[in-house]
């Protein structure tokens, strides 16, 4: 029976196709080519050229089509409402009974005259439970950050969807090149990618750390780029106050606005990550200090890995994380209150074999939709990352990236960290992975599209003209829509196999290495006023001279 149905099945395919070639080659020819080209075109020749016999035209989104995303879709949850509570009550205990070291004196200052509890002579800080809960109530619940171009500010919090460029990596990689250390020319080429998509709101740190300039004076070099090669938000490490202060300026300058002005309008973030388990280290503090003073953005990011640096438990490391967090984001508020902060979540397990980080697991999938819970119980904006552990652009990168897309869309993401690029666990800024995180962020955002049920999307009266029967290739219906129907994928491959087989069997490996290439030749830097650019380069050239900061080296 089974093969009686196959057969019945393929007669009925070769049928349909009889009927309606003719109108599939009309449809393939209003897509590939030029109406006055087409009579001249043997009829083989045209099928082959569309449809799954090639690959199709790409056609390049509107400019504004990936600005500004909204998820409007229900959030997952793993926590009921009662496993929410004990999981904030048990954080709540970590913070009060055991505490959290705190490597800066002028941080336990702070902490001290706002309410906290100094044990003399050491670094523990204690925090009692409704401090706690007093500067959470302060935390914006939503701001928007400033890019230069205000087309690219970008909004955070509520349902807000912002994705950012991967991050810090110490190493680089592309086909032709492979592993390599981070250097200035590849920096640079991601940083225009990064400019290159819609989808890429902002970039996220350093894309790939180019080790060929000075520490001293890398961060002048590489925030300088931020400010030319892109018009988005970008942002500062903090690795010392002096860093903190030199990103603010320059951000300020990139700008083109006053002080003043840069403090009532949030222009620059940080991502500030616990020394875990449990400790705040001095850099860190110093960073939160610069910011949160000067109303900039600081995200606190715990890096809390199950096995290894928190409790072997996902609710144990969640709790771990939210007790972390809670002590960052509440110093935020001790400098200032109603300075903007984000809840970031990091929470993944090891390979208990070799001790390994893991990611897009179904641990990370549950701690990134419990983390989501959390923020939203705070009413705080909520960073989590796409991440997986893949060392090459295979399967398991796109599916451990794809479950974690899932998760952090699902639980309620609002700034994604490490959206595209990540590879090898983050040590890894991939060329090829970039493109490959692109075309499904893109996937993401036509997904959280609302789905279209006005009169004319119903489609009633093109149903009404086919009938019983009929197909829908040729009906004006179809003809007025068919370039932007659907999403057109910048990777996959529709061709059938022999087709397929004829052109070498390209993979999404290949795939990807030419669109990024071709992706780096038509770059366009945004525009610059010759003015901020001259007083740019003249606030860099002086800090130099100054020897930028400080290094052992």
Known sequence: MASQDVQQGKKANQT???????????????????????????????????????????????????????????????????????????????????????????????????????????????????????????????????????????EIGGNSLVFAQVASAPFVADREGGRRAGNQEDFRKLVKL???????????????????????????DCLSDMVK????????????KQRNVDGIEIARIGRGISMEQMEREPSLFTIINTSSPLRLDGPMLQGIIEMSSRNQVVVVTP?????????????????????????????????????????????????????????????YMK??????????????????????????????????????????????????????????????????????????????????????VSADALGLDAVRDVGPGGHFFGTPHTLARYETAFYSPILSDWRNFETWTEAGRPTTYDHANRVFKEKLNTYEKPPLDPAIEDELDAFVARRKEEGGVPTDF
Do not use: C
């Open 303 to 363: 890096f809390t890995l199950a096995g290894a640096m928190a409790p072997v438990t996902i609710a144990g490391a969640v709790v771990q994380q939210n007790a972390e967090a809670l002590a960052g984001i509440a110093f935020t508020q001790m400098v200032r209150r109603g300075a903007p902060v984000m809840y970031g979540g990091f929470t993944s397990n090891v390979d208990m074999k070799t001790g390994a980080p893991a990611f897009g697991t179904p641990e």
């Open 367 to 452: 701690a990134v939709v419990a983390g989501g819970q959390l923020a939203r119980k705070y009413n705080i904006p909520y960073r989590t990352s796409n991440t997986n552990a893949s060392n090459t652009i295979d399967a398991q990168a796109a599916y451990e990236s794809a479950f974690s897309l899932w998760a952090l869309t699902q639980g309620g993401g609002n700034f994604i960290m490490h959206s595209a690029g990540w590879s090898e666990g983050g040590l890894t800024a991939s060329f090829e992975k970039f493109i490959l995180d692109v075309d499904m962020l893109q996937m993401v955002a036509e997904y959280l599209t609302p789905l279209d």
């Open 229 to 240: 090669l892109t018009d988005k938000v970008f942002h500062v490490y903090s690795l010392g």
């Open 16 to 154: 349909g196709a009889a009927l309606h070639m003719g109108d599939v080659i009309k449809l393939e020819n209003h897509l590939e080519q030029p109406e006055a080209d087409v009579a001249d075109t043997p009829v083989e020749r045209r099928r082959r050229g569309g449809g799954r016999g090639a690959e199709r035209t790409r056609r390049a989104p509107a400019t504004s089509k990936y600005l500004n995303l909204v998820n409007t879709t229900a959030k997952s949850t793993v926590l009921s409402e009662d496993a929410l509570e004990a999981v904030h009550q048990a954080s709540l205990t970590i913070l009060e009974e055991i505490g959290m070291d705190v490597i800066l004196p002028e941080a336990r200052e702070r902490m001290k005259a706002a309410g906290a509890d100094v044990t003399p002579g050491t670094d523990r800080v204690r925090f009692d439970r409704g401090l706690i809960l007093d500067m959470m109530a302060s935390v914006p619940p939503a701001f928007t950050l400033h890019a230069r171009n205000p087309l690219r500010n970008v």
């Open 194 to 220: 990064a400019q290159s998509y819609d989808v890429i709101h902002t970039t996220g740190g350093y894309p790939v750390e180019p080790v060929d300039i000075h520490a001293s004076v890398r961060h002048l």
